[in-house]
C-alpha cells in the first residue's frame, strides 16, 4: 500500500517534504530547552513549567486548564495566575487550540514515537476507543475538582507530570509515561493524545473558532493517495475539507480537533494543504476547477480500504 | 418513484443498527469515565492526606485550600536560594507536583523578603505574608524526653543554639536534677506562639534520630478546654487572690503540732512531742480528744 501511494511523481525537495514536521519538533524541544536552560545551565529565562511560569522575570504564563479546575475546586487566585492564563487563552485561540498538543506538548513527542514505532513493528491490534472519549473525561475531571476540591486531574495527567519530571526530577514518574507509550504502541493507534487527554479536548475547545487553519485549497489535485490520512493524527479531520466538494462542503479543515501539525502538508505531493485562515470557505476555491482527478479504479479501492481501517 | 420508495428503506437499516451502535458505545464510553473518575477521585481524596514529616512552603494556605489553588508549577522551588523545596513526584507520598520540604533534609532557612511566596502566580502561598516570622510551616516538638541529652542533664541544646528566634521559639526552663540531687536540667521548650516550623531544630539535634520534631501544629500540640482557668493567671489579671485566705485550721492535731496558713504548713515542736506510744494503748487513741470544745 505504500509503495503505492510513494510511487507519485515527486518533484518536491527533501525540505518540503519534512519542514513542519521538522519545525514542529524544533518547536517542542524549543520550550523544554528554554525551561532546561534554567536548572541545567543557570540561565533563567524562564522558571516554573507548563502549568505556570514566569518569562524573564515579567510575562507570566499559565494553563488555563488547571486553572479553571481550580476555580471549579472553590479557590481564589493571584492575578499572576490569572493574566498567565488570559495570555495563554488569547495565544492559543488566535493560532489554534491544538497548537498546544502538536507543537508545545511534550508527550506528542512520545506518542509520536509509539506510533512511528507501531508502525515499523507492523502492530495492528486497536482497541476501539470513541475519539470523543477525551470530552467525557474532560467533563469528569472537571467535576472531580468540584468535588474533590483538588484538581484532581493533575494527579494523573502526564503532560504535567512529564514535564515536571524533565524539570524538577522524575522520581517514578516515568512509569506513568511509560504507560502512555506502551498504550499507544500495543492497545490503541493514537489512543491517548487523539482519543482520551481531557487536556487536548480542552485546547479543541479552546481553539474551536481559531482564525488560523489548515486548508485544502488545492483539493482538486487529490489522487487520492491517501498519505495525509496516513499521517494525520486526527485523519477524521481532513475527509470533509478534502472530499466535500460534491455535498458543497468548503475546503477549510474547520474541525476543533485538528492540532494544526501542517504534516498532511510536508506529505502530499499534490500540494493539497496549506496554512490559511477560517476565512472565505468558498466552495470552489482553488487552482484548478477540473473534477477529481481520473485515478484508476484501484486507487479508488485503496481508498475504500484505507478508509475502514482508520 | 423507486428512487424515492428505496431510499428511506436502504437507510432505515443502517440507522437501527447506527443508533444501537451509537448507545452501546456511549454507555461503555460512559462507564469507562465513570469508573476512571471514581477511581481518581478516591485517589485524590486519598492522596490529599500530607505526611506528617512533609512541611509545606511559608505561607502555605490549610492544607485543602492548598491543594484546591496550587497550580503545581514549581516556581516557588524555583526560588528558593537553599534548595530546601523540591516537587513530589509519582513516588512520594505527598500530592503529586506539589512544593514540600523535609526538615531533616534540608530545613528552612527564613529569608526575610520570603522569596517562595512572591514567587507563587496563584496565592496558594499567602502573599500577606510579610514577616517570615509569622509563618507557621508546622510546630515544633521536643517528643522524645528518653533520648534529649539535655534531659539527662546534658548541656547539648544545640536546638535551642540554632533556633533563628533563640530564647523566643525555643527556651531553657530550669528543673531540679534529681538524680544527682544537686544539678539542674536545661530543659528546651518551645513556645507555639513564635516557632514558625522552619526545621532547624530538627535539622540540627545531634541525635541519630532526632529527639525534637516538626509536625504539623494540630498534631503537636494539645487544646486546653474553654471553661480552663488557671488560678495564677487569673490572680495576676484581678491584682489579688480570687479565694478567701484559709480559716484557721481546727484540725484534730497531735499534741506539739501546729499548722501555719501561710504556707509552711505542719509545725512540728520536737522539744514538747510527747512519748509516740503511750502506755494505755486507749490515750494512743483518745490522744487530744480532751481539747475538742
Known sequence: MST?????DNQRNWWLRQRWLLLRRMSQFAVLALFLLGPLAGIWLIKGSLNSSLTLGVLPLTDPFILIQS???GRQFGTQALLG??????????VGGRVYCAWVCPVNVVTDTAHWLRNRLGLRGNTRIQANTRYWLLGASML??????????????????????LLFGMGTSWLLILAVFLFDLAVSRRGWCGHLCPMGAFYSLLGKYSPLRIRADG???????????????????????????????????NEANCTNCGRCIDVCSKEVFSFGTRFNNKQSFGPEQAGINPSTEFKAEQFKQKEARI | MSDSLGKPAGRAAPKKLDRRRFLSDTAKTGCAVLLTGLGLGAYASKSAALPVQ????????????????????????????????????????VLIGTPYFTARDVPCEMCEDIPCVAACPTGALNPDLGDIDDARMGLAALINQETCLNFQGLRCEVCYRECPLIGEAITLELRHNQRSGKHALFIPTVHSDSCTGCGKCERVCVLPEAAIKVLPANIAMGQSAEHYRWGWEEKERAHKSLVKPDPRHRYNLPEGIGYDNEGVGLIQDKTQLPEPFPENPLDSLNQGSKERP
Do not use: H
Open chain 1, 85 to 94: 492564563a488570559l495570555i495563554v487563552t488569547g495565544f492559543y485561540f488566535l
Open chain 1, 4 to 8: 503505492l501511494s510513494k510511487t507519485t
Open chain 2, 54 to 93: 512533609a512541611l509545606r512552603p511559608p505561607g502555605a494556605r490549610s492544607e485543602d485550600v492548598f491543594l484546591g489553588t496550587c497550580v503545581r508549577c514549581g516556581l516557588c522551588v524555583r526560588d528558593c536560594p537553599y534548595g530546601t523545596l523540591k516537587l513530589a513526584t509519582l513516588g512520594d507520598d
Open chain 1, 144 to 165: 472531580l475538582a468540584l468535588l474533590t476540591g483538588i484538581a484532581a486531574w493533575e494527579l494523573v495527567n502526564p503532560v504535567s507530570t512529564l514535564q515536571r519530571g
Open chain 1, 71 to 73: 476555580w471549579l475546586a
Open chain 1, 219 to 253: 483539493r482538486d489535485a487529490c489522487d487520492k493517495c491517501m498519505d495525509c490520512f496516513d499521517v494525520c493524527p486526527e485523519p477524521q479531520v481532513i475527509r470533509p475539507a478534502l472530499f466535500g466538494k460534491k455535498d458543497g462542503t468548503g475546503p477549510l479543515i
